[in-house]
């Protein structure tokens, strides 16, 4: 399995803007699927938005217009730009990838990274 490390995660303000990254360990293993997640205590981790290998994005709801999911150019880096932050986007955020087939919001993924707190504050 992939090797996965999240950086980024932080403590801002309502309104305020994180950009987290998510480094995976093999060279091209980024251009498959792969997802950002997030887990509230004491609420089931969720899916926050994916990026299939031909580019396709899907978000949940709640984050829509908001955050972005996009792929570095020149490396393996995946990144989740937050705009215009809630109290509700608190929890610990966790990069997930997955070699093959589908590519949604529900789909199961094989490698995790340990994740990256954010918190906002209201």
């Known amino acids: 399995q992939v090797q996965l490390l999240e950086s980024g995660g932080g403590s801002v303000q309502a309104g305020g803007s994180l950009t987290l990254s998510c480094d995976a360990s093999?060279?091209?293993?980024?251009?498959?699927?792969m997802a950002w997640f997030r887990q509230a205590p004491g609420q089931a981790r969720e899916a926050v938005a994916t990026?299939?290998?031909?580019?396709?994005?899907f978000y949940t709801d709640s984050v829509k217009g908001r955050f972005t999911i996009f792929q570095g150019n020149a490396n393996d880096t995946l990144y989740l730009k937050m705009i215009d932050l809630k109290p509700e986007d608190t929890g610990l955020y966790y990069c997930a990838a997955k070699g093959s087939g589908d590519c949604y919001l529900g789909s199961s993924f094989t490698s995790w990274g340990q994740g990256t707190q954010v918190t906002v504050s209201a």
């Open positions: 093999e060279t091209g293993y980024s251009t498959m699927c």
């Open positions: 990026r299939g290998k031909f580019g396709t994005k």
